[in-house]
């Protein structure tokens, strides 16, 4: 139960971080890292993909430690431990599937588009690469488009031949966010 409720805990703060460390380091001091990912259509491995990876070691180390405490020693920190790092592993799989599979097309989930939370999800990080602004944040994003305006008046909307594609994906007209 320990661990459900931390690994639960962790997921949803994850989300928190994410946004936090997307705004003010990624579009701050680590730009040139992240600006990679910013390029219309541009699926490659690239830098920002260390950034993203850059929370695996950690979440498998709480897991690897966590369960070998668990096996031999039985304290309720191990527990804790392994609640977040399982909670850590699970929010890092959804982002990948979501963020790099589904939202950039690196994996062929276009078919997600169908249901409505994955398309708003979709359509409010596509407005974030057009505008290098909010919302950071990916499952919860403080700000989506509407769904029913007009591609001329928001390009990000526009409808697109093939889910996914990299012309769904606008272009970036303003310069990063400066940060002080
Ligand atoms: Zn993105
Ligand atoms: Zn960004």
């Known amino acids: 139960m320990i661990v459900l409720l931390f690994a639960l805990a962790t997921a949803l703060g994850l989300e928190l971080w994410a946004s936090f460390v997307h705004e003010r380091l990624w579009h701050g001091p680590l730009w040139a890292w992240h600006e990679p990912h910013h390029r219309p259509g541009n699926r490659a491995l690239n830098s920002n993909d260390l950034l993203s ?98 591609p001329e008046e928001e390009p990000w909307n526009a409808p697109t031949q093939t889910p996914c594609s990299p012309a769904s994906e606008p272009s970036s007209p303003q310069p990063p966010r400066q940060t002080p």
């Open 53 to 150: 990876a850059s929370h695996a070691p950690p979440a498998a180390l709480l897991c690897f430690l966590g369960s070998l405490g668990m096996l031999v020693n039985g304290h309720a920190v191990f527990h804790v431990g392994f609640g977040i790092g399982v909670g850590a592993t699970a929010f890092g799989l959804a982002y990948f599937l979501v963020h790099d599979g589904f939202i950039h097309g690196r994996l062929p989930l276009g078919g997600l588009r169908r249901f409505a939370y994955f398309e708003r999800i979709r359509r409010a990080h596509l407005v974030h690469h057009g505008t290098n602004a909010e919302p950071y944040g990916m499952f919860a994003p403080t700000f989506a488009p509407r769904v029913s305006s007009s």
